[in-house]
């Protein structure tokens, strides 16, 4: 009879041994706060893909994923934020994503199946259509254990608010200024957000963003993750402008995952 012990990863790790290492805590880094709701954490993807690849076998060969071009949909929406301007978004959806991962019984290999959807919405079609991807393989491998301690809500961002820089000395971020409570028809695309001071005043986020290293330095200073950047001072317009730029920067990281 088969056991725990005796079914294997194609890099020799047994299924124990993979649910244990599935849950296994990541670095600091890979956990921070969702945009707009300090209470959530997010997983850096970059970090999935790096998991499974160490418990699985490279992608491609011990796990991957795999979905219809016509299961990627997508269309673009006008919509009207809160000053009343007019924006558009494209939002993408992906109906069907099959996840799949081997394992080794004895002489028999299973190749095994998991089957989920995602979706994303962002002012560029591809990294709306990138983003759909990353959230379909995201809530798949949640399914299989995938840091399973951060969704029972065991494990958050909020416990590595304070470790070590590597220099003997600690870190201890700022917290989060708390959300203002979102306006009616408040941006769904944070890129889309303006600027009301300073040299960008009256750009967009997303704007800056494209225009350069320089534009994208600014935007992580008003974001201020690292609690060195720009201070909002209790301002309204000033933390919704930060909780923005955070949120902005968020997905860029999503979108590049």
């Known amino acids: 009879m088969s056991t725990l012990s005796s079914i294997f990863t194609l890099t020799g790790l047994t299924l124990e041994q993979a649910v244990q290492q599935l849950d296994q805590e990541l670095p600091a880094g890979a956990y921070?706060?969702?945009?707009?709701?300090?209470?959530?954490?997010?997983?850096?993807?970059?970090?999935?893909?790096?998991?499974?690849?160490?418990?699985?076998?490279?992608?491609?060969?011990?796990?991957?994923?795999?979905?219809?071009p016509g299961d990627l949909e997508?269309?673009?929406?006008?919509?009207t934020n809160a000053r009343g301007n007019e924006y558009g978004v494209y939002v993408a959806v992906l109906t069907h994503l099959r996840f799949w991962y081997k394992l080794v019984d004895g002489?028999?290999?299973?190749n095994c199946s998991v089957h989920a959807t995602g979706a994303s919405e962002n002012a560029n079609i591809a990294y709306a259509m990138k983003g759909a991807i990353t959230n379909a393989l995201g809530n798949a491998v949640s399914n299989i254990g995938f840091q399973e301690s951060v969704y029972l809500g065991l494990r958050s961002h909020k416990d590595f608010q304070n470790v070590p820089n590597g220099n003997g000395k600690v870190n201890a971020p700022q917290p989060a200024p708390a959300a203002e409570p979102a306006a009616e028809g408040e941006l769904a695309d944070p890129g889309q957000t303006v600027i009301h001071f300073g040299k960008m005043k009256d750009k967009t986020l997303a704007e800056v963003w494209a225009s350069g290293a320089a534009g994208k330095g600014w935007i992580r200073w008003a974001a201020n993750t690292d609690g060195k950047g720009f201070d909002p001072q209790g301002k309204p317009e000033n933390i919704r402008l930060q909780r923005m730029a955070r949120a902005f920067l968020s997905l860029q990281a999503a979108y590049a995952g």
Not at 32 to 52: F, Q, S
């Open 32 to 68: 921070k706060a969702v945009p707009g709701a300090v209470d959530l954490t997010d997983i850096d993807p970059n970090w999935m893909r790096k998991v499974l690849n160490h418990i699985f076998g490279l992608c491609g060969y011990g796990w991957g994923y795999e979905f219809s």
């Open 74 to 79: 997508h269309r673009y929406e006008s919509r």
């Open 107 to 110: 002489n028999t290999q299973y």
